[in-house]
């Protein structure tokens, strides 16, 4: 495991320097890679907009987590899902890609609805605050996309899961950290 600060990669992600955050994530990729890992992941959703930047030069393959949470969708028969997750991954390729491909379809937050989850996620969840205003905000959200068809939702973002959950979801849950962690355990175990 190896990690750079996370301020070191929100600084060019809020700028929109993908290619910055890709450097990054590089240079992780090669202290992996000389440690012997025989593959890579990354559990931040938001940063995976960087790998096109990442995977001609990484010296490992990397388990893409929008292709474990789509390839969990079909498994679970999902045809429609919901995203959430940070302004920068909501409004990303990161997902659109790998749904498609597939055949799920998906429904973006709104605007507003993107805002409220990136302040939620940054000013309150990861500094360990969890409020009952911030679970309403996302229950909400997901009953709008439950509105528009969407038979699941995908916790788009690591922090997520420590607020919302299948047991206070309106849609069932696609936990992509935890779908992520499963796959990187089962292929490292193949």
Same mark, same amino acid.
């Given at each position: 495991?190896h ?31 000389? =440690? ?10 938001t940063?995976?907009? =960087? ?18 949470? =789509? ?44 805002? =409220? ?49 299948d047991?206070?979801?309106?849609l ?18 193949e």
């Open positions: 495991m990690t750079y600060s996370l301020a070191e990669y929100l600084v060019p992600a809020d700028a929109g320097d993908w290619q910055r955050v890709g450097h990054l994530m590089l240079a992780s990729a090669h202290k992996l890679a000389a =440690a012997g890992a025989d593959f890579l992941i990354c559990p931040d959703n940063i995976h907009q =960087a790998l096109p930047y990442v995977e001609p030069g990484s010296p490992r393959p990397w388990l893409h987590i929008a292709r474990v949470v =789509a390839d969990e969708a079909v498994t679970r028969g999902f045809r429609r899902v919901g995203l959430t997750g940070t302004r920068w991954l909501v409004e990303s390729d990161v997902y659109p890609g790998q749904f498609a491909s597939r055949g799920v379809e998906f429904v973006r937050p709104t605007p507003d609805e993107r805002s =409220a989850m990136h302040r939620i996620i940054f000013g309150e969840l990861v500094k360990g605050i969890f409020s009952s205003a911030a679970e309403t905000t996302f229950q909400r959200i997901m009953r709008r996309m439950q509105g528009e068809g969407c038979d699941a939702v995908v916790l788009g973002c690591t922090e997520i899961p420590l607020l919302m959950h047991g206070n979801s309106p069932p849950t696609l936990d992509s950290t935890r779908l992520l962690a499963r796959a990187a355990l089962a292929r490292a175990t």
